[in-house]
């Protein structure tokens, strides 16, 4: 079981709020991945980080942003959530040198 | 265009039958191949991992084959368990890509009945 963790598990919050979701590892790895899952889909790269202060937009367009301030913690923010943002995000992470990568166990949120 | 595609879409058996799914794929430069189990509501846990030379690798019930020159694999379930219900998920690594690029599946939902 890989030491990655994501707050809150579920999230129901109106059209318009501002939100942050948590990530965190405690493996010290440098590399940290943002996806975004749909039910029945692959998937989506939509941020990735090398490192402290290291931050990068994945594959797939996404109205958020994200943070690397510290090695342990990838934080994910919505300024204005919209009912298009309805979706399973999943955090992984990977040591350097390898594509290996540890997921949490997502955090379901569901804009109204 | 460096793809992952896999089938049945959907599968359920019962309880003690074997299955196996199917993965092809176009990645390339082609770096490894692993077969992650996603339970409901939970994230992606790998399950096997299979380099260009390999072609069998076995975890408990789970075995992986791979045929990377017709660019194939398979996982074989072995005497499913009720607990074997879930998304399994194909991730092909493009060795490529100093980021360690990872191209996803769909997955193939798997439903064990007793």
């Known amino acids: 079981e890989a030491d990655i963790y994501q707050t809150p598990r579920y999230l129901v919050i109106g059209t318009g709020k501002k939100i942050t979701l948590e990530c965190s590892q405690t493996m010290g790895h440098d590399k940290m991945y943002w996806y975004q899952q749909d039910p029945g889909m692959e998937l989506h790269l939509i941020h990735y980080?090398?490192?402290?202060?290291?931050?990068e937009k994945g594959d797939l367009s996404s109205e958020s942003t994200v943070s690397r301030i510290r090695t342990e913690h990838f934080p994910l923010t919505l300024e204005s959530a919209r009912p298009s943002h309805t979706s399973q995000y999943l955090c992984a992470s990977s040591e350097k040198g390898t594509d290996t990568q540890y997921f949490g166990p997502g955090t379901r949120l569901t804009v109204l | 265009k460096n793809q992952v595609e896999q089938s049945p879409q959907s599968l359920i058996i019962l309880e003690g039958k074997n299955c196996t799914l199917q993965c092809n794929y176009t990645v390339s430069p082609f770096s490894n191949l692993r077969w992650y189990k996603q339970d409901t509501g939970r994230g992606p846990v790998s399950l096997t991992i299979?380099?260009?030379?390999?072609n069998t690798k076995s975890n408990g019930r789970y075995t992986a084959t791979l045929d990377a020159d017709t660019k194939q694999s398979s996982l074989h379930i072995t005497a499913s368990q009720l607990s074997d219900s879930a998304s399994y998920i194909c991730?092909?690594?493009?060795?490529?890509?100093?980021?360690?690029?990872?191209?996803f599946g769909r997955g193939t939902q798997l439903t064990v009945w007793p």
């Open positions: 991730v092909v690594s493009d060795r490529g890509s100093t980021l360690g690029r990872l191209y």
């Open positions: 980080s090398y490192g402290v202060n290291s931050t």
């Open positions: 299979m380099t260009f030379s390999e």
